[in-house]
């Protein structure tokens, strides 16, 4: 295997492991799944990996993946203080998918990353004072009560996603204001029925982990 090729194959799965650190993050107990320097570590790693594959090739288009992958890292850094974890791992999953040949890979971006980006220009024109998810307010008044369904061993740990059955579509990032405090499902693929090329699970999701949500009595 040449420099070149491990450079991509080292970017692939560093990249894998920050999208499943940003997920844990979104973890309604995530003070005890996300571990924030891993996730510095994995984007320093992925910096360090774009300069050296800058001077592995001079294509055109492995010179434009490596500078694309270099500016996000420096992004990702200021993203991460700013807890734009959703932000983070959907473009960490864009970049692996362009290194996959897959013609059906690409994803439309969704609506709560576009209001990110929405919100970072009125941030700069003084109409808000931090960025935060406009369609999911972090639910600062929330109590969730964990009910385990099924081990965390059984499920593939790429599989995991997180929905809320009380909003629009059952997406988190959906939920009005007076839903903030909705009810999450984690669910998961169970091993090893998970197809990380097409993102699908084979055999069905199943539930991990329901949180019961409700308003804290203040």
């Known amino acids: ?10 970017i692939y799965e560093q990249l894998a492991l920050l999208e499943l650190h940003m997920k844990d ?20 790693s992925l910096s360090g990996l774009a300069k050296e594959g800058l001077g592995f090739s001079d294509e055109e288009m492995d010179v434009s993946y ?12 200021e993203d991460l203080k700013a807890e734009r974890w959703r932000k983070i791992a959907h473009e960490a999953r864009m970049l ?21 980006y929405e919100a970072e220009k009125e941030i700069e024109a003084g109409k808000l004072k ?3 998810n406009p369609h999911n307010p972090i639910p600062e008044y929330c109590h969730f009560t964990p009910e385990v369904i099924n081990p965390k061993e059984m ?26 405090c909705a ?3 984690i669910v998961g693929c169970p091993k090893p029925y ?25």
């Open 130 to 132: 931090s960025l935060n």
């Open 194 to 218: 998970w197809d990380e090329e097409k993102g699908v699970c084979r055999v069905g999701m199943k539930a991990h982990v329901i949180y019961h949500g409700k308003p804290k009595i203040k």
């Open 155 to 180: 499920f593939d740990p790429r599989s995991f996603r997180t929905l809320c059955p009380e909003c629009p579509e059952a997406r988190c990032s959906l939920c009005p204001p007076e839903l903030r």
């Open 66 to 77: 490596f500078k694309e992958l270099l500016a996000k890292t420096s992004e990702w850094l």
């Open 183 to 185: 009810t999450r499902i």
């Open 96 to 116: 692996r998918k362009k290194l996959l040949e897959c013609e059906t890979c690409e994803e439309p971006e969704p609506e709560d990353i576009k209001a990110y």
């Open 1 to 10: 295997m040449d420099a070149l090729q491990y450079t991509y194959d080292t």
């Open 25 to 44: 993050a979104q973890h309604p107990e995530m003070d005890k799944w996300f571990c924030q320097e891993c996730a510095i570590k994995h984007i320093k």
